[in-house]
């Protein structure tokens, strides 16, 4: 243990030194985290409430067709546009996000009583007119539940005769759920920040040492070489853990005293604790591999040039949620990064992880950062290591 700690001493020493390394190793990712997640929050919820309450201009084709349509419209805060020229080309360039077209047999079909025909013209591949669309929709949905409501009392019937079912909703989520749904994105930052929390300091201690050829007087001293290297991967793990600790507390205070955004996420002393815990593997698993990947190249710039395939790893399970929502299973624990992601919306959601999930989920991460640390001693034991080039 003496050599593996001097080792590890020696290296966060070094690191401690270079305050410039020291400062985008720790605080870079409690920093940019937090204000990337509160910023884009801040500006949806702000896009959201400008766009519903602020006056919706609405070109209407065939307004005189549907003279009471049209002056209830606007009445609700929708601005009546005149009729374009080639609507379907205002709404593909853009210059328009919604159009409503009243068709020529509206007055015919409203006499007659049955269904008048209103068309709305909108771009559903276009994100910007999603909340247009949706607020033209909901007002003439209520205007036809109204007319069809006094249609049916003009005739002695009662309104609720057309509705055999009354539908009700008992939602069972908690404020806890909902927010882990509305931060479904934080188990990739916080994967992606415990994975290559000490991505600089592995890559400068293994690959940098070689290049520099003060690798081989360390490799030349009675430790064993997988002291060597344990004590590096310690030292590169006490950074990443330090770097989470770090993140977490800058999510808690940004929730706790940044402006409100519709989300609350509380982060008790447990919950960190806990998520410390579920993160512990895959702060190993990245250090050692980034050990033996650093340990196989020549210099810095080589094992940098891996880390853009690396970023995109923890990704892969938020994708695949995205696209294919699962139930939680037990298997799920013992993949890496999907395991991961699972614990912590867990965690987020106030829910309950069982005992054997924590044993599986505990040992499959570990045996993974067993396997690796064993490859990586491995490298460590080839005479090449200490050649630079």
């Known amino acids: 243990m003496s050599p593996l700690l001097t080792v590890?001493?020696?290296?966060?020493?070094?690191?401690?030194?270079?305050?410039?390394?020291?400062?985008?190793?720790?605080?870079?990712?409690?920093?940019?985290?937090?204000?990337?997640?509160?910023?884009?929050?801040?500006?949806?919820?702000?896009?959201?409430?400008?766009?519903?309450?602020?006056?919706?201009?609405v070109p209407v084709l065939g307004a005189e067709h549907a003279p009471n349509l049209v002056a209830w419209l606007a009445g609700q805060n929708i601005v009546i546009e005149p009729a374009l020229a080639d609507p379907d080309a205002a709404i593909r360039s853009q210059r328009e996000d919604v159009i409503l077209r009243i068709g020529d047999k509206y007055a015919e079909q409203w006499r007659g009583s049955v269904p008048a025909t209103v068309e709305i013209l909108h771009d559903s591949s276009r994100e910007a007119a999603e909340?247009?669309?949706?607020?033209?929709?909901?007002?003439?949905?209520?205007?036809?539940?109204?007319?069809?409501?006094?249609?049916?009392?003009?005739?002695?019937?009662?309104?609720?005769?057309?509705?055999?079912?009354?539908?009700?909703h008992r939602d069972l989520a908690t404020p806890e759920s909902r927010t882990g749904r509305a931060l479904a994105f934080l188990p990739y930052l916080l994967i992606l920040s415990g994975f290559l929390g000490g991505a600089a300091l592995v890559i400068d201690v293994t690959a940098g040492e070689r290049e520099r050829q003060?690798?081989?007087?360390?490799?030349?001293?009675?430790?064993?070489?997988?002291?060597?290297?344990?004590?590096?991967?310690?030292?590169?793990?006490?950074?990443?853990?330090?770097?989470?600790?770090?993140?977490?507390?800058?999510?808690?205070?940004?929730?706790?005293?940044?402006?409100?955004?519709?989300?609350?996420?509380?982060?008790s002393a447990w919950t960190i604790a806990g998520l410390l815990l579920v993160l512990l593997p895959i702060v190993l698993v990245g250090t050692c591999l980034l050990t033996l990947i650093a340990a196989g190249a020549?210099?810095?710039?080589?094992?940098?040039?891996?880390?853009?395939?690396?970023?995109?790893?923890?990704?892969?399970?938020?994708?695949?949620?995205?696209?294919?929502?699962?139930?939680?299973?037990?298997?799920?624990?013992?993949?890496?990064?999907?395991?991961?992601?699972?614990?912590?919306?867990?965690?987020?959601?106030?829910?309950?992880v069982s005992a054997s999930e924590w044993l599986v989920y505990l040992a499959a991460g570990f045996a993974v950062s067993l396997l690796l640390w064993w490859l990586a001693a491995r490298r460590y034991l080839d005479e090449r290591l200490a050649i630079s080039a």
Not at 135 to 144: F, P, W
Not at 301 to 318: D, F, G, H, N, R
């Open 131 to 168: 909340i247009p669309v949706k607020r033209l929709e909901n007002l003439l949905e209520t205007y036809s539940q109204t007319a069809g409501a006094l249609r049916l009392v003009a005739r002695g019937i009662s309104p609720g005769a057309g509705t055999a079912l009354r539908v009700s």
């Open 214 to 267: 003060s690798l081989e007087p360390l490799l030349a001293t009675p430790a064993a070489r997988a002291t060597i290297m344990s004590g590096k991967i310690l030292a590169a793990t006490s950074v990443g853990l330090l770097s989470l600790v770090l993140t977490l507390i800058a999510f808690k205070l940004s929730f706790a005293f940044g402006p409100s955004i519709g989300v609350k996420l509380n982060l």
């Open 298 to 352: 020549k210099s810095v710039k080589e094992a940098q040039s891996y880390m853009s395939v690396l970023i995109l790893l923890p990704m892969v399970p938020t994708i695949v949620l995205m696209v294919n929502p699962i139930k939680d299973q037990l298997w799920q624990f013992t993949v890496p990064f999907l395991a991961q992601n699972q614990m912590i919306l867990r965690l987020v959601r106030s829910e309950t």
């Open 8 to 57: 590890a001493a020696k290296e966060l020493t070094d690191l401690f030194r270079d305050r410039r390394t020291l400062f985008v190793s720790l605080l870079m990712g409690p920093i940019l985290f937090p204000l990337l997640i509160l910023g884009m929050g801040k500006l949806a919820s702000d896009r959201a409430q400008t766009e519903l309450e602020k006056p919706l201009p």
